[in-house]
């Protein structure tokens, strides 16, 4: 199933793209939705931004994934898959494929945040619609605390 959600910010394609690809996912996924829990830590070795890295994703509560960064294309998108969900996730995710995309808006830029979800057998299919709502809802918090983040670095330069 594919989900997504997108956002426009009063800042620049590059901005936001340098911004988001290395920030530390605690600082964004702050909230529960749901099944989907807010992200307490990350397990990694140097900065998040090249093809081929791997992490641990440690969420509030039980659980975790293994994330892979897959693709960067800098300033126009990066990709990701999450594989190994431990916890909530795990009764309905086998595996999700992530993009983020990065369009000029304007005199800003349009975020666009999307999962193809590989659910982990058929119960799980036919529960994705309704986790398809929760995503949404953690995907605008995340967007709307991006929003935050990046306009607080506006306004330090």
């Given at each position: ?75 126009h998108e990066f990709s990701y898959e999450l594989s190994e969900p431990t916890g909530p ?69």
């Amino acid at each position: 199933m594919h989900m997504s959600k997108s956002r426009t910010f009063p800042v620049t394609v590059e901005e936001a793209f340098d911004r988001l690809l290395p920030m530390p996912l605690e600082a964004l996924f702050t909230r529960w939705c749901g099944p989907i829990p807010p992200v307490r830590s990350t397990e990694q070795n140097g900065i998040w931004g090249t093809a081929g890295q791997q992490r641990v994703v440690r969420f509030v509560g039980p659980g975790s994934v293994r994330e892979t960064l897959v693709r960067v294309d800098p300033p126009h998108e990066f990709s990701y898959e999450l594989s190994e969900p431990t916890g909530p996730l795990a009764l309905i995710v086998a595996r999700v494929q992530g993009r983020w995309v990065f369009e000029p808006a304007g005199t800003g830029v349009r975020i666009t945040w999307s999962w193809d979800v590989e659910p982990c057998n058929r119960a799980a299919h036919q529960a994705l619609p309704a986790f398809a709502r929760f995503w949404r809802a953690y995907a605008r918090g995340a967007l709307d605390g991006l929003e935050g983040i990046l306009l607080s670095s506006q306004e330090s330069m």
